[in-house]
């Protein structure tokens, strides 16, 4: 019976789901009005579909004694699907459309050096190599203009979003995507981000202080200020040199390969969509669109060629992958990731493969790659501090919408960064707190758990960028189950252990 009922609705699901995949894709790689209106339509067809109070009156009545354990879960997110739209529409609309129109205001900033305009890649490559503190400030300020720019838009859509939250028992929206979209319990969250901050919490101050006491040496300064950070001190700049004429795309084509991914059948055959570099009207982050699992998807980026657009591609291929190695023969209510944090961990395991493997070899000499390589503890414990710092701002920031928020950013970026400076509109530029509210925590877990499947894989692979069976390896143990399997049974079924973060942490202190 329920059966019968879930498989009629997904048809119509799909359908929609699909169509709101590939508008959502037009907006984000073409943000013209009408691409905007198209995608708005897409959102309201999606929600309409929720919307049938006899199909709802029919779920509310199954027997959940006689389903099994993952159909009552499906059953418990659509009725929350239900509840939402028909209890809770109008809300939703104005939330969504509020969305559309801060992104919209974000992505349409141009930011501006001595009058000139630029593009906020080309900022992003001013901070990153820029030696002139004078540059290096007005490329900072700029960036942060866009930020102050929808800063004042946030919070008030921070008290919209908590409004709402309400309306669903919860006191602040952050708790209840945390519970309702991630279904994340909040003890074991914390349990883990104490365990990994009191046992690595000294291994990250020793780093901060070494790498400030570079920076500072390096611009000659007695007091760090905010715009000479980002600056790359490190062997990534000299290996950037190495990759400046060479085009990246290659590169990550190359490493799929390896491991048994042919990336450009993949294109050919219209599996895969690449949009790959800046553009006027175009998003200017990085995302990886999960069109339809198993059969189209789709990566929207914003390369130049350094690692660390390497590292974006790298990442995003990961997703790809995954999402395309889901079998179609499944529900289509599985048919995607086994959660946000396990695709994650995947994407991120691929980012950051070009330290831990020999990847570059052909491209980068012997002792440099082997300097670059010993980067990636430190980059670890880097990311480490920084996701504390945003899931924490933003936990806070949702409890207390009335705390002026560079006060707030300032003081947590003090306690996890080890970094006290003018306060300002930063935390408004990291996308995340508009797109996607309560998802930093799963990048958290997910670096956990990327070390832990890394781990696993090497035992059995070796170097998985050069066994060409990773592919067929991955796909059938870890991807084509999809969301039929729960994550941290998936990690456990995989790796043979239950999920924690000891391999992380034995990883890096
Ligand atoms: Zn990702």
């Excluded at 070494?210 to 790359?232: I, M, P, T, W």
Aim: hydrophobic share 35%; charged share 35%.
């Amino acid at each position: 019976m329920f059966k019968e009922l879930r498989d009629e609705f997904s048809e119509k699901l799909e359908k929609v789901s699909v169509n709101l995949e590939k508008s959502c894709w037009d907006f984000y790689t073409n943000s013209t009005p009408e691409n905007m209106q198209k995608y708005e339509i897409a959102q309201n067809e999606y929600s309409d579909l929720f919307k049938d109070k006899k199909i709802y009156e029919k779920f509310l009545e199954t027997d959940k004694n006689k389903l099994s354990e993952h159909e009552q879960k499906q059953l418990k997110n659509l009725l929350k699907e239900f509840d939402e739209e028909l209890n809770t529409g109008e809300e939703l609309k104005a939330l969504r459309k509020k969305e559309n129109e801060i992104a919209k205001k974000y992505n349409s900033y141009i930011p501006k050096i001595d009058n000139k305009e630029v593009t906020k890649t080309e900022i992003t490559k001013i901070i990153q190599t820029e030696t002139n503190p004078e540059i290096r400030k007005k490329a900072y300020e700029a960036k942060i203009k866009g930020g102050d720019l929808i800063a004042g838009d946030l919070t008030e859509f921070v008290r919209m979003r908590n409004d709402y939250a309400k309306t669903k028992g919860y006191d602040s929206f952050f708790e209840y995507k945390l519970k309702e979209e991630y279904e994340v319990d909040a003890v074991f969250l914390d349990k883990l981000i104490s365990e990994v901050y009191s046992k690595s919490g000294e291994r990250i101050k020793e780093i901060q202080n070494k790498k400030q006491n570079e920076l500072k040496k390096f611009f000659g300064a007695d007091v760090l200020e905010s715009y000479h950070y980002g600056f790359l001190l490190d062997s990534s700049r000299e290996v950037n040199e190495y990759l400046k004429d060479k085009d990246i795309t290659e590169i990550s084509k190359k490493m799929y390969k390896n491991m048994g991914y042919d990336v450009e059948k993949m294109i050919e055959e219209g599996r895969l969509t690449l949009d790959l570099y800046p553009r006027k009207g175009k998003n200017t982050h990085g995302f990886c669109f999960g069109v339809e699992a198993g059969k189209d998807s789709r990566i929207l980026a914003n390369l130049m060629n350094n690692v660390l657009s390497l590292d974006t591609l790298n990442h995003e291929m990961g997703h790809c992958v995954y999402d395309l190695g889901i079998s179609t023969k499944l529900p289509f209510l599985d048919r995607k990731a086994s959660s946000p944090a396990v695709t994650e961990a995947v994407a991120m395991m691929m980012g950051d493969i070009i330290k831990r493997e020999d990847v570059l070899k052909d491209i980068v000499p012997f002792e440099l790659l082997e300097k670059f390589k010993a980067l990636y503890i430190e980059d670890e414990v880097s990311f480490v501090s920084k996701s504390l710092l945003i899931i924490e701002f933003e936990r806070e920031f949702y409890k207390n919408p009335d705390e002026i928020p560079a006060e707030l950013w300032n003081k947590l970026r003090g306690k996890y960064l080890g970094r006290f400076n003018n306060e300002d509109n930063e935390w408004a530029t990291i996308p995340h707190y508009l797109s996607h509210p309560a998802y930093y925590q799963n990048y958290f877990r997910a670096n956990l758990m990327k070390v832990q499947i890394y781990n696993y894989l090497k035992s059995r692979l070796g170097n998985i960028t050069e066994n060409s069976s990773t592919a067929e390896f991955l796909d059938k143990n870890l991807f084509s189950s999809g969301a039929s399997v729960e994550e941290y049974d998936l990690i456990k079924q995989f790796t043979g252990r239950e999920f924690s973060a000891d391999d992380f942490i034995s990883l890096i202190i």
